[in-house]
């Protein structure tokens, strides 16, 4: 168990620009989920899959914003035409369907547009 | 929607005192969850409670499921510098595959 891996850990981009960012769930996990965290707020759900299958967007999840899963194993979000207030940490995690304890979260992408 | 409160947001305590905190909820929670976080990392999961009534350990901290389904408390007994950070309460948002997240609790410690 390599725990949840992202990458980058840190991004600084100029508004406008376009960022993506990487998440490697536990190997056996099926289900992954992102989150974004704002300075002083708890995590905030955005969208999860189950293998390949996005199967829940929150509403926080502008049109500036896609995510993939394209093989059910590792998960890409894309920020178009980056904004500040896209500013924060945004957290990935993953669970194993019908395991009960919470899931485990990833170390985040701390990102700062300037 | 659902929200959870908690409180205190912030505790500056001495090193070796207990401590607790608790988590409200606007809605009814099957499953409540605390969360610890350091800087720059993601929360990691410090305690599971499923049933209301429901108190469980690990090591120096025990949390309890409140017997109206609203609200959940955490204590920490005899402090020490690596209990710093921020504590999250969660529970299973609408449609249960998510998370819905209190603000945290922020626990600084004078040794």
């Known amino acids: 168990d390599t725990g949840v891996s992202q990458d980058p850990r840190h991004k600084i981009t100029k508004r406008g620009q376009n960022v993506t960012f990487r998440c490697d769930p536990i190997s056996e996990h099926n289900r992954l989920y992102w989150y974004r965290q704002t300075l002083g707020q708890g995590p905030e759900f955005l969208t999860y899959f189950q293998n390949e299958a996005q199967l829940e967007k929150s509403r926080l999840l502008s049109d500036r914003f896609s995510a993939e899963r394209p093989k059910g194993s590792f998960s890409t979000l894309e920020i178009q035409r980056t904004e500040q207030g896209d500013s924060a940490m945004y957290l990935c995690?993953?669970?194993?369907?019908?395991?009960?304890?919470?899931?485990?979260f990833g170390s985040g992408t701390r990102l700062t547009v300037v | 929607g659902q929200q959870l409160n908690q409180s205190p947001q912030s505790m500056f305590i001495q090193e070796g005192e207990d401590v607790s905190m608790n988590c409200t909820s606007s809605?009814?929670?099957?499953?409540w969850l605390w969360y610890k976080q350091d800087p720059g990392e993601g929360p990691v999961l410090l305690i599971a409670l499923y049933k209301a009534g429901e108190l469980t350990s690990n090591g120096r901290l025990t949390a309890q499921f409140g017997i109206t389904r609203k609200d959940s408390f955490l204590n920490i007994s005899a402090s020490i510098p690596s209990d710093v950070g921020i504590y999250f309460c969660a529970g299973p948002g609408e449609g249960a595959q998510k998370l819905v997240f209190g603000q945290g609790t922020r626990l600084t410690i004078n040794p």
């Open positions: 809605s009814i929670f099957n499953t």
């Open positions: 995690a993953s669970s194993l369907v019908g395991r009960r304890r919470g899931y485990t």
